[in-house]
């Protein structure tokens, strides 16, 4: 069973950043793209940023510009860096790790417990 937590999340006002963490099991660094989602009350979960096991990197239209998504392998995680941050970015955000072994990311069946961003004045 793959795990995977989050964490870094918190209350910043609109314009602050902050950076999220997603650390995993070892082996799921080096054999799957990883993706960040998020799902606001009453919305569905959309995804914010991909990137995939060679790190290259796709972002929704509504964050392109403001957050960046890497990850580091050595230590099993993954991250994303948000700046400029808005109060339609409040949120519950979550970390997945995509199918086993496509280059690209492709949403897979492991997913973290999420993080709550909030950002209000």
């Known amino acids: 069973q793959v795990q995977l937590v989050e964490s870094g999340g918190g209350l910043v006002q609109p314009g602050g950043s902050l950076r999220l963490s997603c650390a995993g099991s070892?082996?799921?660094?080096?054999?799957?793209?990883m993706a960040w989602y998020r799902q606001a009350p009453g919305k569905e979960r959309e995804l914010v940023a991909a990137?995939?096991?060679?790190?290259?990197?796709t972002y929704a239209d509504s964050v392109k510009g403001r957050f960046t998504i890497s990850r580091d392998n050595a230590k099993n995680t993954v991250y994303l860096q948000m700046n400029s941050l808005k109060a339609e970015d409040t949120a519950v955000y979550y970390c997945?790790?995509?199918?086993?072994?496509?280059?690209?990311?492709?949403?897979?069946?492991?997913w973290g417990q999420g993080t709550q961003v909030t950002v209000s004045s």
């Open positions: 997945n790790a995509g199918r086993p072994f496509y280059n690209d990311y492709v949403k897979g069946n492991y």
């Open positions: 070892g082996i799921i660094f080096s054999i799957s793209a």
């Open positions: 990137i995939t096991r060679g790190g290259g990197t």
